[in-house]
């Protein structure tokens, strides 16, 4: 069974289509990377998947089952951000903890839960800090924590990297990749506009376009391995966007 499946997925802002058409299926313990230039629909379809955005057509399911009336809450999904979103009030502690409120575990559950994923981040030492305390790495590892603690079967990532430096960005993404292979079953579905980091980190590349101009297009220009995209670009735009010998 696959973990998600997008069917017919369209979505538009008022007049405009920003999304169109996109069929896709997700496989349980994949890692799907969703790259494109700015403004082609990453983030658009990743909210749509979450729940925090509404397709304007088009069925989502989860393990086969159909959740565009689910909310984002019950999805089983957990999604880590650019900016990191972390209360700035809270401690690292709380900060994870918060998500876990509402599935009413026992205490020494949510202890555990987030001891394990405080080792796995090197955020041990550091639970009883607030955010402000913190550097940028050390806050977008509380943040991907925040969602480890859930225990999510699909974990949604929108540039998670974005706004840290060259060499933290090198290592938190290595660090996502060992998340990814530590936790067996487990989809990732990740937005970056980085060919690096698609090329590195993905079993499967969604290579998105733009629709300014071509609203008849669908959204996906191509679907693939990375290898497969580099050396059997689809057309001239997937073989432009990835570099591909010519
Ligand atoms: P990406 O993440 O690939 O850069 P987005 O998904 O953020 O692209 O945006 C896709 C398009 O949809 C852009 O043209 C953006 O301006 C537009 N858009 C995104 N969110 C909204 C919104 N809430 N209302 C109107 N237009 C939006
Ligand atoms: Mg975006």
Do not use: W
Not at 38 to 59: M, Q, V, Y
Not at 61 to 86: C, H, T, W
Not at 162 to 184: F, M, P, Q, W, Y
């Amino acid at each position: 069974m696959s973990q998600v499946e997008l069917v017919g997925i369209n979505k538009r802002f008022g007049e405009t289509t920003v999304i169109a058409d996109v069929n896709l299926t997700i496989a349980p313990g994949e890692f799907c990377v969703f790259i494109g230039p700015s403004g082609c629909g990453k983030s658009t379809l990743l909210r749509i998947i979450a729940g925090l955005e509404a397709p304007s057509s088009g069925e989502l399911r989860i393990d086969g089952v159909r959740v565009n009336e689910m909310e984002p809450a019950k999805r089983d999904i957990a999604m880590v951000f650019q900016s990191y979103a972390l209360y700035p009030h809270m401690t690292v502690f709380e900060n994870m903890a918060f998500g876990l409120r509402h599935l009413h575990l026992p205490k020494g559950e949510i202890d555990q839960r987030i001891e394990v994923a405080a080792q796995a981040l090197n955020l041990a030492t550091m639970l009883q800090r607030k955010p402000i305390a913190l550097s940028g790495g050390q806050r977008q590892r509380v943040a991907i924590g925040r969602a480890i603690v859930r225990k999510p079967k699909v974990f949604l990532f929108d540039e998670p990297l974005s706004n840290l430096d060259a060499a933290l960005r090198v290592k938190t993404r290595v660090e996502i990749a060992k998340l990814h292979r530590s936790l067996d079953g487990v989809s990732m579905v990740y937005v970056t506009h980085d060919q690096v980091e698609a090329m590195t980190l993905a079993d499967k590349i969604v290579l998105l376009r733009p629709l300014a101009g071509n609203p008849d297009l669908p959204s996906v220009a191509q679907v693939g391995h990375p290898l497969e995209l580099y050396h059997h670009p689809a057309n001239r735009f997937v073989a432009a966007f990835i570099g591909s010998p010519s």
